[in-house]
């Protein structure tokens, strides 16, 4: 008896084509996905931040400094785990700066990021811990598009299978990048087998991260950083058995990728914060906005400023913001009225909201010392 061969009756395609010129401009698919990704977590978190209190458009004054802060991070992060690319023998050091020939790693993203957000939420005025909670679900909804730029790239795949969802991986010209290389018929040239899509595996997880964060901060009324520590959770749970999946090169620590350790830390690390931490969901009224100019009760026309109308109302954004609870912002909300100011707890763990008011580079100092978070782009190579 002859047995048929086991040819795998399904399978996931891969692109040949990564890079499109436009004219003498190299579009990038990655590229591409990162800038979506970017412009979903912005959505997410600007939606987010309003319903806490936050002036309208100010998620694009934290992404001004967040997103390339982020980008920086995510390259340093890459060039200090990889440092055998760039330094020591046959190592290229400028190549540590061509971020467009792919090394990004999350960590180091997600690090620099919260700088960059730390620096523009004392700008503003926000606790830096209101911002990482409003971002929490749109950072792996980030994330996830960014692993569609992987599948562009054919990377990030794990080892052989036989499952129908097996992922075809194209064999990528070294002299044409972003491209696959082609046989003599021009036909492109595939792997053999097929693989572990292990970035689809990725983008599924974090979709599913984003969607246990809102429902357990809508349930549990997630504050104080916390709801970005789930994420935080949720996110290195899923990367650490993943990322035992990937067959991609990596440096490795006692024959565990490094990748694997970061991810254990980093859980052990959210984990003790979404433990230790605890107070109810903070929100926000502004301060020191300046009141809208009254006409004359007379109505003398001459002494209005028709020219403001004509420009239109535009928002001002405030000098800073007050802490308040959820009863006094829904009062505010309700009725314009400011609540009174309380006397500041002395618990730094377990207080309530005290309604201190917190205004520029001053306003962040406590809420910093609770969480940190921001928005960054996703990763490519790690």
């Not at 562009?152 to 129908?164: Q, V």
């Not at 903070?282 to 001459?302: F, H, K, R, T």
């Not at 007050?322 to 009225?337: A, H, I, L, M, W």
Request: hydrophobic share 45%.
């Amino acid at each position: 008896m002859t047995l048929a061969p086991m040819t795998p009756l399904a399978a996931l395609p891969s692109p040949g084509t990564a890079v499109w010129q436009l004219g003498p401009v190299p579009i990038r698919a990655y590229a591409l996905c990162i800038i979506v990704g970017i412009v979903v977590a912005c959505v997410v978190t600007e939606y987010r931040l309003r319903r806490r209190g936050v002036a309208p458009g100010a998620v694009l004054d934290i992404a001004v400094w967040a997103v390339p802060a982020g980008i920086i991070g995510a390259r340093l992060y890459h060039v200090i785990t990889s440092p055998e690319k760039y330094f020591g023998a046959g190592g290229q050091p400028l190549k540590a700066f061509a971020i467009w020939e792919g090394g990004l790693g999350i960590w180091g993203a997600v690090a620099g990021g919260a700088v960059g957000a730390w620096l523009a939420a004392r700008q503003l005025g926000i606790p830096l811990t209101v911002v990482a909670d409003a971002l929490a679900p749109g950072m792996p909804l980030a994330q996830a598009v960014g692993r569609v730029g992987n599948w562009f790239n054919n990377e990030l795949y794990g080892g052989r299978t036989s499952l129908p969802w097996g992922l075809e991986v194209h064999v990528m010209d070294p002299d044409n990048p972003g491209h696959a290389l082609r046989d003599d018929a021009g036909n492109p040239v595939l792997q053999p087998g097929l693989y572990h899509p292990t970035f689809l595996y990725e983008a599924l997880w974090n979709i599913g991260v984003a969607v246990l964060v809102l429902v357990l901060d809508r349930k549990l009324r997630l504050g104080r950083g916390r709801a970005f520590a789930l994420y935080v959770m949720g996110y290195t749970a899923g990367r650490f058995w993943i990322e035992l999946m990937r067959t991609d090169e990596a440096n490795h620590i006692l024959g565990v990728r490094l990748n694997v350790w970061t991810a254990a830390l980093v859980f052990l690390g959210a984990l003790v914060y979404f433990l230790r931490v605890r107070g109810p969901r903070e929100y926000l009224i502004p301060v020191g906005v300046p009141a809208a100019p009254v006409p004359p009760a007379g109505g003398d026309v001459s002494q209005v400023d028709l020219s403001a109308r004509e420009a239109g109302a535009r928002p001002v954004a405030p000098e800073g913001y007050r802490v308040v609870s959820e009863e006094q912002f829904r009062t505010y909300q309700e009725t314009g009225e400011v609540p009174a100011e309380e006397p500041a707890a002395t618990d730094e763990t377990d207080h309530e909201p005290t309604g201190e008011a917190v205004t520029g580079e001053a306003a962040t100092d406590e809420a910093d010392r609770a969480g940190a978070g921001g928005a960054r782009p996703a990763d490519r190579d790690s």
